[in-house]
Every structure is written in structure tokens, then in C-alpha cells.
């Protein structure tokens, strides 16, 4: 990690410890076009019993676009989890925040084992430390109960036209 990204880490860690939230820190690395990007990270906060006012003096600090400030107070109140990442290479730093809702899907698949339909579990606001503006919300679905045949024939789709 270079000296930019632990200055982000420090900066996040001391606004999360400023409200006295438990949280765990991941680092992780991205791999795209023959690169590996290594300058990345997620902490990881429980939802509950955590105030809307915490969340978002968080998102608030991290300088989160208001259009994504918005849909994502729409949709807190169904997370378990917030994941708050950094991602930097060459070219640009990110800031992202994920809404998980694990919980949600893990609950309904208890109760209606047959009911496996995809479902949301994630949602990703990813915006650009220096100008705000350049943003982006991404969602990932889950295809629960999938048996590995399925997983390797999903995957194998997105390679089949994938050239070096």
C-alpha cells in the first residue's frame, strides 16, 4: 500500500472510531485486464442498532454524492451490513460504500426453502475522490442454491467471447 492509501484508511478509520462503531478491516485486490489492483480495502460496520444520524455523518465524510445519499437512506433500513471501501490505481481513486442484505435472503430462504428465485444483495455507490460528480450505483444479485454445474456455466458465458 503507498502512502495516498493508508492516508485514506487513517481518514475513514477515524471517522468510524470518532463514533465509536465496531467495525473489521479487510484488504483486498481487484483483478482486471491483466492487473492487479492492490490498493484497496473494505470495512465492514453492522447495521443494526446503528443510527441513521452515524450512517450518515459517514457517507457525509466520505463526501458521497446526494443523489446517492438519497437511495441509499431509501434503502438502510433492509441492510446488515455497510461495507465502506477504497479503491485506487494509476489513474483515479475511488470511494465505495455497499448496502448488504444478506440477512434478508438468508431469512427467506429458511422460511421458503422452494422459493429460489435471484435477489438483490448488495448495493454499491462508488463515486471518484476528487470529483464527486463521476459516480456510479452498481447492484449484485444473488442465484441462491445454484449447484456448481450452474456456477461453472454461468461463468464460462463470460469467458466464451473473451479474447487475450
Known amino acids: 500500500m503507498n502512502s495516498k492509501t493508508i492516508n485514506n484508511i487513517k481518514e475513514i478509520l477515524e471517522i468510524i472510531e470518532s ?3 465496531e467495525y473489521d478491516i479487510e484488504k483486498s ?11 484497496r480495502f473494505l470495512i465492514g460496520i453492522r447495521c443494526e ?18 443523489k446517492q445519499l438519497k437511495i441509499f437512506l431509501e434503502n438502510l433500513s433492509d441492510a446488515n451490513m455497510l461495507l465502506l471501501g477504497f479503491e485506487e ?4 481513486s475511488i ?10 435472503l438468508k431469512n427467506r430462504l429458511y422460511n421458503q426453502p422452494k422459493h429460489i428465485k435471484s435477489e438483490l444483495l448488495y448495493i454499491g455507490f462508488k463515486w471518484n475522490q476528487i ?17 456448481v454445474r450452474s456456477i461453472v456455466k454461468r461463468i464460462s458465458s463470460f469467458y466464451n467471447n473473451y479474447d487475450d
Open 29 to 39: 485486490f481487484k483483478i482486471i485486464k491483466s492487473t492487479i489492483l492492490q490498493n
Open 49 to 66: 442498532k446503528k443510527s441513521v444520524e452515524q450512517i450518515t455523518y459517514i457517507c457525509t465524510k466520505m463526501n458521497m454524492p446526494d
Open 89 to 92: 490505481n494509476e489513474n483515479h
Open 19 to 21: 463514533l465509536n462503531l
Open 95 to 104: 470511494y465505495k460504500i455497499y448496502l448488504e442484505f444478506w440477512d434478508r
Open 131 to 147: 470529483d464527486n460528480t463521476n459516480n456510479v450505483i452498481t447492484k449484485y444479485i444473488c442465484h441462491p442454491l445454484l449447484t
